[in-house]
């Protein structure tokens, strides 16, 4: 079991930047794949990005070039530095993460655990 918990979303005005963080307990995050979706009111959860135990990063197509995904497992800590945010951008954003190889990193049913969620606010 391992337990995640994100920080760092708030309110920032378009063009703006905000860096998320994924905190992880329980056990050895470095040999988790971990991923980043995001929920807008109203919407389904989408994906954002995911990065393997072995550094290997994804991307959804339309967010490629202003969101990067990195971690530091000596921290047991994963990151999402978003960059020239835009309205569009609002949203609850989770942190995910799987012991197992997951082929379908794009699908939420894919991935055994979750944080609570932070709420990302892009204002125009």
Known sequence: ???????????VQAGGSLRLSCAASGRTFSTYTMGW?????????????????????????????????S?????????LQMNSLKPDDTAVYYCAADDRFIVALR????????????????SS
Request: aromatic share 14%; proline share 0%.
């Open 107 to 122: 699908q939420t049913t894919a991935w055994t655990f979750w944080g609570q969620g932070t709420q990302v606010t892009v």
């Open 37 to 69: 979706f995001r929920q807008a009111s109203g919407k389904e959860r989408e994906f954002v990005a995911a990065i393997r135990s072995g550094g290997i990063t994804y991307y959804a197509d339309s967010l490629k070039g202003r969101f990067t995904i």
């Open 71 to 79: 971690r530091d497992n000596a921290k047991n800590t994963g990151y």
């Open 1 to 11: 079991q391992v337990q995640l918990v994100e920080s760092g979303g708030g309110l």
